[in-house]
C-alpha cells in the first residue's frame, strides 16, 4: 500500500497516485466504504461497497464495482478539472452526479439501477433501471428498463419502458424507441448533419427536427424462447416515414458514423486506425458536441424533403 492510501476494513481513502487494484483481502472488506479525493489516481480497479468521489482531477484507470451507490461531490473543489472512469462501471444501486463542477467521462459502459448524470460524456451505452440526463453526452445507446429523461444532451439511440424528451435533446441515430414516448418541443436528428466537419462554416445544416408526429407505433411479435408478452405495441421516434433527398446529405451520413465510431472507439483503437482519420483530434470534436450543449445551439432544419411530384419528375427526366 502506498503512503498516500488509509485503510482499514470500513474505508479506504485514495488521494494522491496508487498503484494496483483496490481490493477486498478479507470478508469483511467486501462491504468498506471507497473514498477518492483530489488529485487520486488508481492505476487498476476499484472494487467496494461505497464509492465517493470528492474533488477533481480524478481517475481510475480501471474496471469499478460497486454494490450500492457511486456518488460525486464537487463543492470543496476550487478547480474544474476533470473527473475520468477509463473503464467499465458497474454499480447496481445509483450513480449521481450533480453537475456543479467538474465534466466526468466515462470511457466505457455504465451498468447500474439508477442513475442521475449531468455534465457527463459516455464513450460508450448507459445500462440503467431508470435514468435522468442532463448537459450529457453518450455517444453509446441509453438503455432503460423503466423510465428515461432527456433533456439539453445527446445520445445516439435509446430504449426505455417511459421515456421523456425535455429541452434540446439530440439523438444521433435517426430513430429510438420506447414503450410511451412523450415529448415537450422537437428533437434534433443529427444523423444527417455536417456537424463534425470541423472545416465547414454552415455546420449546422442538415438538421431534422422531428415532432409528435413522428412517433410510430409497432408491434413485437412474440419470441418463442421468451415467456415475457404474446405481443407488445411499442413506439418509435423515427426519420422513416419521411421522404428525404439522401443525395445531398448521404456524405454526411457517411462521416458521422466515421466520427462516431472514432469518438466511441478511440480508446480501443491502435494507432494506424486513429491515423487514418483526417480530423484526429478527438478533444476538437467532443468539443464540437459541448458546444450543442452548453449553448444550446440552434439548428437550420434540413432542406432534404421532397415532394412524390418532384420525384416522378426527377424519375422520369432520367428515363
Known sequence: MNLDSIQDSTR???KELHYGNIMPGIRKEILRDIFLQSGAHVKGGVYGNELSVNGTGITVDGAVYCKNNIRFDFNESKDKKDVSFNSTVVCPGTVLVPGNGSKVRFFSDVYTGKTN???CIVYGNVYATSATLENTIVLGGVYCKNDLKLKNSIVFTFRAGQCHLSDHVSILSPFGFADQISM???VNILTFSSLFNLDNEAKYNG???LDETDIYEIELEKNEE????????????????????TSEIIEHFKQNKKFIEFLSLNSHLSEEDKKSFVANNIEELENELWQIIEKESEFNELDGSKSMDEMFKQYA???
Not at 421468451?226 to 433527398?245: G, Y
Request: without cysteine; hydrophobic residues 45%; negative net charge.
Open 12 to 14: 479506504y481513502l485514495v
Open 117 to 119: 448524470l449531468k455534465n
Open 184 to 186: 415537450e418541443t422537437t
Open 207 to 209: 438538421n431534422l427536427k
Open 226 to 245: 421468451s415467456e415475457e408478452f404474446e405481443s407488445k405495441i411499442i413506439q418509435v421516434l423515427s426519420v422513416a416515414e419521411r421522404l428525404l433527398n
Open 317 to 319: 427526366a432520367e428515363l
